[in-house]
């Protein structure tokens, strides 16, 4: 899949701000490649979070540095995958 604007990522957050939850929705932006883009988060808590220049994983688990996890992004599992 390529990436396009709309479309929706999951990004690794901080549990303690995003009502427990390790994992958010976020919407497409900006595309600078088919590996890099721009969201905006869809966080599960008040507020308006944007992060830049994330670069595509295949998967968000282990991913350990705090700082690496706050550039990456994934697509979500295929539904009855």
């Known amino acids: 899949m390529q990436p396009s604007i709309g479309r929706v ?17 976020a919407i497409i932006t900006r595309v600078w490649t088919g590996t890099s883009i721009n969201v905006q988060i869809l966080a599960d ?19 350990d540095d705090a700082h690496d996890r706050l550039y990456r992004w994934t697509w979500p599992p295929k539904v009855g995958a």
């Open 45 to 63: 808590a008040p507020g308006c979070a944007w992060r830049t220049s994330l670069t595509h994983v295949e998967s968000l688990d282990g991913l």
């Open 9 to 25: 990522v999951l990004v690794p957050m901080d549990p303690a701000t995003n009502n427990g939850a390790s994992v958010a929705p």
